[in-house]
């Protein structure tokens, strides 16, 4: 034990990460079989012996910035060969498990969601190049989004998981659009109907295969993480048949530095079941012949706002959210919240607003910022 105490200090160190130091970024370690725990299970173990609070840091934000800065999570490779051959032998977001993380994620509680939310309840990436605030970088974002696509009033537009309806309210309210929102989760499709009654908008309990009209246009905001490698192409087979000739598709969503076919341990279990985060070149691979990429846009480090945000708000929330959730989940939520912002402040993760063609624009797409 001691062997392995003295290792993991050192490694922590490697990162500029002080065991039971006075830097707000210093892990203190309360439980010394933190270290075994962390050994055999990497991140999982992580993320779980904070949970159980076998530890603690000040920012947690910060160290995981400075752990994966350093590269520190490839120095620590726990045998997790049953989480790798369940991602590459099963698909686990084929269309019967399709509903599964509507219940698992989004289903469980309007109450947080709504304390740590902007006021029109985004739970996707603000755009914070002239906001001031998260109200602001929300609005700026879906506005960003109506723009790229050139959205005009009476056009009809589909959003592939549409949250609350929050952009469906925005785009009929102030572009006049015809909106239909699909979603995988009862409590946002209760939620979204209730928000949008009385406009030209429509939500929808639906999976992203059984569409099947066509649109002037078609988005998509933080959803593509749940299709999963083995639907890629299956996904943008049917945003083609459903996008009109002359349509344009935005697709938002987290990106990954490499190519992998699962996600952390830790977050597979606790946040997102089956999520992965694609990268470039297995969006560009899958959407090779199918569609046409007109323009690329990484504002990843908005990320890292954007959640620093929300969990000022969780925290702040927090002593109203108590009665409905308990202190292992308070310490799950913000592990969430706070080490993704930090991977996005590594610059490990990143949030890609990509635009694409049935055909290609005639005499080229104008990009927007």
């Known amino acids: 034990m001691q062997k392995i105490e003295e290792k993991g200090k050192e490694i922590f ?3 500029g990460i002080k065991v039971n130091g006075n830097q707000p970024w210093d892990i203190q370690i309360h439980n010394p079989n933190f270290y075994s725990r962390v050994i055999t299970k990497g991140s999982l173990g992580l993320g ?13 934000d910060e160290f995981m910035n400075k752990l994966l800065s350093s590269n520190l999570d490839k120095q620590i490779k726990p045998n997790l060969i049953i989480h790798y051959l369940k991602a590459k032998i099963f698909n686990m977001q084929k269309k019967s498990l399709a509903f599964n993380i509507g ?11 709504e304390s740590m939310l902007d006021k029109r309840m985004i739970y996707t990436c603000g755009y914070w190049k002239d906001a001031k605030n998260l109200d602001e970088a929300q609005e700026a974002k879906l506005d960003l989004v109506c723009k790229k696509i050139g959205l005009k009033k009476g056009d009809k537009i589909l959003d592939i998981g549409c949250g609350w309806g929050g952009f469906a309210k925005f785009a009929s309210e102030k572009y006049k659009a015809k909106v239909v929102g699909i979603t995988v989760s009862k409590e946002q499709v209760t939620f979204a109907k209730r928000l ?10 639906q999976d992203y295969r059984d569409v099947n009209e066509k649109f002037d246009h078609i988005i998509s905001l933080g959803m593509f993480e749940h299709v999963g490698p083995k639907n890629y192409k299956e996904y943008f087979e049917i945003v083609r048949k459903n996008l009109k000739e002359d349509g344009l598709f935005l697709l938002h969503t987290i990106g990954n530095s490499v190519s992998v076919t699962k996600t952390d341990p830790w977050i597979d279990k606790y946040i ?4 992965v985060l694609p990268s470039m070149k297995q969006i560009t691979e899958s959407s090779e012949g199918i569609l046409v990429i007109e323009d690329w846009h990484n504002f990843g480090a908005d990320y890292d706002k954007t959640l620093m945000a929300w969990n000022k708000n ?9 009665k409905n959730y308990d202190e292992k989940f308070k310490r799950m939520w913000e592990y969430y919240l706070l080490t993704s912002a930090g991977s996005f402040r590594a610059r490990k ?3 890609w607003q990509i635009i694409m063609s049935k055909n290609g624009v005639k005499n080229g797409y104008k990009s927007i910022r």
């Open 314 to 322: 969780f925290q702040n929330a927090w002593p109203k959210l108590k």
């Open 48 to 60: 779980e012996s904070y949970m159980d609070k076998e530890w603690d840091v000040k920012q947690i």
């Open 349 to 351: 993760i990143h949030l």
């Open 13 to 15: 160190l490697n990162a």
């Open 103 to 113: 219940k698992a994620h989004y289903d469980i509680g309007n109450d947080l969601y």
């Open 272 to 275: 997102f079941p089956n999520g």
């Open 196 to 205: 949008c009654k009385g406009l030209d908008v429509e939500i929808k309990l």
